[in-house]
């Protein structure tokens, strides 16, 4: 049974950072791209970055460019979401989430960030 | 980026009865493949989204054939045949043939009357 759990979520004020984490079972890790998804009262769900396989290529959404860095581990089947330099408007729940056949086929149970003084 | 449209933004049904949610793409959803990768979600109250549909029609394991997929270039519909209390919640149309930034429907409310 495939298995996504995030961690690392919190209160940060605007300009803090945060480092999200999610750790993956149940399939083969190391053979997969990987994505980051937000989702906000406001503006619903938003696809916020990709890493393929091997961390070679790694895409963006144009919000977080320059602040956000995704990355993974996998030795540990472990995904990562660095956040610097945060903003009020980066406040969401973040899923990580698999994206094959252009879709995302399975979720995190997600982790709330709030940036906020 | 392509912007992906849903109507209606709230739908209360009746149990038993059917109900119908439109999605429309600013650009064409065919990819280069031939393939149109246009997907379907529910999130029920406090949890996380689940697929339902892929690439337009095609039914995920576990989703009852009560729930359907349709459409083309553009238009998308997702019916729910006879709506069931487990299917309160929020639905999104995402497209996936844009890459890499993926987006999706601003979501529609089922909710029972």
Known sequence: ?117 | DVVMTQSPLSLPVTLGQPASISCRSSQSLVHSDGNTYLSWFQQRPGQSPRRLIYRVSNRDSGVPDRFSGSGSGTDFTLKISRVEAEDVGVYYCMQGTHWPTWTFGQGTKVEIK
């Not at chain 1, 053979?31 to 980051?36: F, I, K, Q, Y």
């Not at chain 1, 581990?73 to 903003?87: G, K, P, V």
């Open chain 1, 1 to 117: 049974e495939v298995q996504l759990v995030e961690s690392g979520g919190g209160l940060v004020q605007p300009g803090g950072s945060l480092r999200l984490s999610c750790a993956a079972s149940g399939f083969t890790f190391s053979s997969d791209w990987m994505s980051w998804v937000r989702q906000t009262p406001g503006k619903g769900l938003e696809w916020v970055a990709n890493i393929k396989e091997d961390g070679s290529e790694k895409y963006y959404v144009d919000s977080v460019k320059g602040r956000f860095t995704i990355s993974r581990d996998n030795a540990r089947n472990s995904l990562y979401l660095q956040m610097n330099n945060l903003r009020a408007e980066d406040t969401a729940v973040y899923y990580c989430a698999t994206p094959r056949s252009s879709s995302f086929d399975y979720w995190g149970q997600g982790t709330l960030v709030t940036v906020s003084s």
